[in-house]
């Protein structure tokens, strides 16, 4: 993190010299994000017609861009690149690159691998009861692998960098994909946290206390800008917003029966939860305490999220659940075509069955704090990074 320039002096510049390689990967864990919201409103919407939809496309199609444009890079620096290429990268198996190259390529390869395998179990099994299925959880570490590629590589660029003139653009870059790692996050815990009826159970607050702070805090360490959380959970934010505003002007019809509730549009994805009130929070904390405590930050910011999290969702939830957020902005109440219209869909669930109590909301700050100090070790280690 830097801080706001004093009186008289330069603010770092925005405009950075980018490698083209780069913005493949950043282009690849776009492409790979879009494709998983995509697909799964494709499921929810119409149901298993085909494996060659576009959803599909737009997600292997961020696997080989990433996998292309980080095995040309390892290629050419391992044959043709300079000593000062080759100074900032990592050996593998007699080749030179950077380790977020080496992880992409990773990432592509288990991406590609799923492809075949997911086809295979769709036939023989018919279609998934729970989304991280075997083909699934291997397609999900594949795009993780780029994603993660894609961060470190930026990082790498932030960190060559001197402190005092790092463009912002790299930190920028950094807090972007970190807002697609939320995504992910959001996505394999939708059952968990994904839809606002679950937010008053205990459940609901220490997956969310487990998952989300360690990218949170990471962000806050690692990345060079004044909010690096809250610029990250502002574009987790807006991803999200723009998949729910643009598949619901998609039209869809249902394939498979039984149909319970007949759709004429795309079902988009649930409205996101509101990090950016526990990032600022964050932020806040980070920059008072500062370095060298972390044991000490890493409890004041486990129960800062825990505090403000609570307090923000499970009352915004509330509102989630009324008559008066069912419109285009809020993009609620919509629902899969085998599911059966009724009045469970304004109530909230479990809330009898895993209440939330002074035991459950511990268990929740233990690993809100637990996760925060991940955070900060994984933001220590990311600070760091130069190859």
Known sequence: MTAAAPPGTRSPPLAAHLPWYVAATLVAATSAKVGIIW???????????????????????????A???CGWLVLRTSFAGTAEDRAATVGFWGF??????????????????????DNWWHNAYGLDVKVLSPPHVILALGIWGIQLGSLFLVLSLQNRSPAERAPRLYGLLAAYVIG???????????????????????????????????????AGRAVRLRWPATTAALVYMAFSLGMIWILQLAPATPKLAPVFNPLTH???????LLLVVPALAIDLV???????RDWWLSALVGLAFLAVFFVAQWFFT?????PRSHNFLF????WDYSSRPGPWRYRFWRAETDPVTARALAIAALLAVLSARLGLWWGNWMARLRR
Request: proline letters at 9%; hydrophobic letters at 50%; charged letters at 10%.
């Open 286 to 292: 980070m920059q008072r305490v500062g370095p060298g």
């Open 39 to 65: 697909d799964i409103s494709w499921h929810r919407s119409i149901g298993r017609d085909t494996f060659w939809t576009p959803a599909h496309a737009a997600i292997y199609l961020g696997g080989v861009l």
């Open 96 to 117: 030179r690159g950077p380790l977020g190259a080496w992880v992409c390529i990773w990432g592509a390869f288990a991406m590609i691998t799923s492809a075949p395998f």
């Open 266 to 272: 795309m079902v988009p994805p649930p409205f996101p």
């Open 331 to 334: 993009g609620v109440d919509h």
């Open 180 to 218: 697609i790692l939320l995504q992910n996050a959001a996505t394999i815990g939708i059952e968990q946290i994904g839809f606002p009826n679950v937010a008053h159970n205990a459940g609901y607050y220490q997956v969310a206390c487990g998952a989300v702070p360690i990218l949170l805090v990471a």
């Open 318 to 322: 509330e509102f989630l659940l009324s």
């Open 67 to 69: 996998g292309l444009a």
